[in-house]
């Protein structure tokens, strides 16, 4: 059973600070971390540390939310966190509906436990909506608001049961009198609430996309929050996942005003600070993780856009500055990454007899032993499976790989 948050309200103070860990007096906020304590708490909080032997939708939970633009990546990014991780258990997670694959933060499909998807939508609707009405391609449709919402309650009604681009598109020409322009129904698929309807193939969703109304939330889960309420509850369940944190860091994951962020902050109750790297106050939820800088850290092979690498206004604590434009590409691609000692050091691709790892800069013999040990089986998922990734591959011959080896069953 998973235990879902309280949606939070009320009044109260942006924060109720730890007690300082070392001499001297720090402005009444708790112990400073250090880049790599941050580090280690993102670890932590992501299930990247240790793998959890937890159930998928529980996993899901705890982490938040996982990227899933594309298919394969919500089974790489719980491979690397779920012990004993069977995809089976994701395509029935899937298939049950316990887990949803919809348009959430960053505008960006996310995959979301059900019972958070109602709070979650709720909060970021403003967003959602604000990232299309004040897009060109919306203005060049010259619908109203009005009209547009209209449609969007007949496209949610059509689809109670699973509807492709095209059904849907038959639809909005029927009611608007002949082909509609390209940007109604890029318009409406964001901020109506719509999640992606599993397709079959591989990797559940395939390249041709089917959209259904979400579910109603069960009477017994109470009205739906309104938007305070819902943004307080984003952010707390985005501390809970990725803290301690900015509030530059709350906004860029969420794609909400600063002014915005700041102001649930300080209606909630219940939040410690710490200190940053740099003096800068972070905020954080209670009793959770903040293991040592020196905590040891596997090495992973991380899904493309995984989250952990994302949710950060400054992304140093786990993309040092210098490969930041290695792998998050100009067109928004944000590669498979190699993490070592808890930082992304390389990249990788799944090829013909295992997965090719290219690093940045030169590494330990025993960082090359673990990652060939993480690559014989995510080769045995991606194997068992089909094809991940391979529109990407030519990212790779522009990356100023130092070290390229073929890891496959103990071989380097």
């Known amino acids: 059973m998973i235990e879902r948050p309280a949606v939070p309200g009320g009044q109260g103070r942006w924060s109720r600070p730890r007690a300082a860990t070392g001499p001297g007096d720090n402005g009444g906020m708790g112990r400073r971390l250090s880049p790599r304590d941050l580090n280690r708490a993102t670890l932590a909080r992501q299930l990247l540390l240790e793998r959890a032997a937890v159930p998928v939708v529980e996993a899901v939970h705890r982490v938040m939310a996982v990227q899933a633009q594309e298919p394969p990546s919500p089974y790489v990014a719980l491979w690397n966190r779920v012990a004993g991780f069977d995809p089976a258990d994701l395509d029935a997670a899937f298939a049950a509906g316990t887990v949803l694959k919809a348009s959430l933060m960053r505008i960006t499909l996310h995959a979301v436990t059900a019972a958070d998807y109602p709070a979650l939508r709720a909060a970021m609707l403003p967003a959602l909506r604000g990232s299309r009405l004040a897009d ?77 109304a979400a579910p109603t939330p069960e009477p017994a889960a109470g009205p739906p929050p309104d938007h305070d309420a819902a943004l307080a509850f984003l952010v707390r369940r985005y501390l809970a996942g990725f803290g301690p944190a900015s509030l530059a860091d709350i906004a860029q994951f969420t794609r909400h005003k600063r002014t915005a962020v700041g102001a649930a902050l300080a209606a909630m109750d219940g939040l410690d600070t710490v200190e940053g790297p740099d003096g800068a106050e972070l905020v954080d939820v209670p009793d959770a993780p903040l293991p040592p800088g020196d905590t040891p850290v596997p090495p992973r092979l991380m899904a493309m856009w995984d989250s952990a690498l994302l949710a950060y206004a400054d992304r140093s604590r786990i993309i040092p500055a210098e490969y930041r434009p290695l792998i998050v590409r100009v067109n928004g691609d944000v590669l498979p990454t190699l993490l070592v000692d808890g930082f992304v050091a390389g990249v990788w691709r799944p090829v013909e007899g295992g997965i090719e790892a290219g690093a940045f800069h030169p590494l330990p013999d025993d960082a090359w032993a673990g990652l060939a040990a993480e690559a014989d089986g995510l080769h045995a998922l991606i194997a068992g499976r089909g094809p991940a990734y391979t529109r990407y591959h030519h990212w790779w011959r522009e990356l100023p790989v130092v070290d390229t080896r073929l890891l496959r069953s103990g071989r380097r």
């Open 136 to 212: 060109q391609r919306y203005v060049s449709t010259r619908l109203s608001v009005a009209e547009v919402e209209a449609l969007a309650e007949e496209v949610l009604a059509f689809a109670a049961e699973p509807r492709t681009n095209a059904e849907i598109e038959g639809l909005l020409a029927e009611r608007l009198g002949g082909p509609p322009e390209r940007g109604v129904w890029w318009t409406l698929r964001i901020f109506t609430p719509l999640v992606l309807a599993p397709t079959g193939g591989p990797w559940t969703f395939g390249p041709r996309p089917a959209y259904v």
